[in-house]
């Protein structure tokens, strides 16, 4: 981790049969106390076997813990998003097996 940079992680699937994930590119949003999202990327190296998973950890040099403290996840059916922090793998990329 970079010293002076938040770390972000958890535990990404292949749900292929046939492809080896080789890249991923995460996106972090921030939904602040009145909605306004404050969106962040970015990307890392993994390899994930075809229908297999791996925990991975990335840094987010440009985001604070502070920036959402109390913050919980977001809950994807509500239509207005505040105070609240979600994620997800905005692009992959692997080979064929």
């Known amino acids: 981790m970079i010293e002076g940079s ?3 992680g958890g535990t990404l699937e292949n749900k292929t049969p046939d492809h080896v994930t080789t890249w ?6 921030i939904f602040d106390e009145e909605g306004k999202e404050n969106e962040h990327f970015t990307e890392t190296q993994v390899w994930i076997d075809p229908l297999g998973e791996v ?3 990335v840094d987010l040099p440009d985001v604070e813990h502070g ?3 109390n913050f919980e996840f977001c809950d ?15 692009e992959v990329m692997g080979v064929t097996v």
Do not use: H, M, N, Y
């Open 6 to 8: 938040l770390g972000w």
């Open 24 to 29: 991923i590119k995460i996106s972090v949003s």
């Open 55 to 57: 925990e991975f950890s």
């Open 67 to 69: 920036d959402f403290e």
């Open 76 to 90: 994807r059916d509500d239509p207005e998003q505040k105070a609240c922090v979600t994620w997800g793998v905005t």
